[in-house]
């Protein structure tokens, strides 16, 4: 966990939203300001040493709004750490995300929820939700040509709702080279 700060406020989440948790632990530091980055490599370096082949997982809140985002991936990119940014597609994290790519060279890996709405031929398509979530799949599919991404991993929550399209999903995911993480 990078950072509790997020740009969005869903009620769904724990990390950022629950205020009643923010305002008792207002003291403690994870609701009180990011990870210190020097903490953060010192961590890394240390399970590294102890396990060269772990895999991290970088997320928050959205881990794009890390201020230290860049000089982390760039220590792991030296590093040769193994590691996934899991962001939540907003216009934001994906600018951002394509500064970070400017900086950094190469990110490891980049994963990001799918919404299985978007395979549901019944669902309304002038739905808020649905439109939404097709435009921030849209932009963040063009990810998927970019060779200076390693590994591009769409998250899939799997319920008796949308098991009825998880074949179809996985399948065109898969065709549109995507990755898929269930």
């Not at 929820?113 to 002038?126: E, F």
């Not at 808020?128 to 799949?137: L, N, P, Q, T, V």
């Not at 008796?160 to 995911?173: D, Q, R, T, V």
Request: proline share 2%; hydrophobic share 35%.
């Amino acid at each position: 966990l990078l950072t509790r700060k997020c740009n969005l406020r869903c009620s769904y989440c724990g990390i950022v939203s629950k205020a009643i948790y923010q305002q008792a632990y207002k003291d403690l530091s994870p609701f009180k300001q990011d990870v210190d980055l020097e903490k953060a490599k010192e961590f890394i370096r240390r399970l590294k040493l102890h396990n060269p082949d772990a895999f991290h997982l970088f997320l928050g809140g959205e881990p794009t709004v890390y201020k230290h985002l860049t000089e982390l991936i760039k220590y792991c990119n030296e590093e040769n750490v193994l590691y996934t940014i899991i962001t939540n597609k907003t216009d934001y994290s994906y600018n951002r995300l394509r500064k970070l790519l400017e900086e950094v060279g190469f990110i490891n890996g980049l994963s990001f929820t799918v919404d299985p709405i978007l395979w549901d031929s019944n669902y309304n398509k002038n739905d808020d939700r649905y439109k939404k979530s097709k435009a921030a799949f849209e932009k963040f599919i063009t990810f998927r040509n970019d060779s200076r991404i390693r590994e591009f991993v769409g998250i899939v929550g799997v319920d008796s709702y949308n098991i009825k399209y998880l074949h179809k999903m996985c399948k065109e995911l898969t065709e549109w080279g995507v990755w898929i993480d269930l």
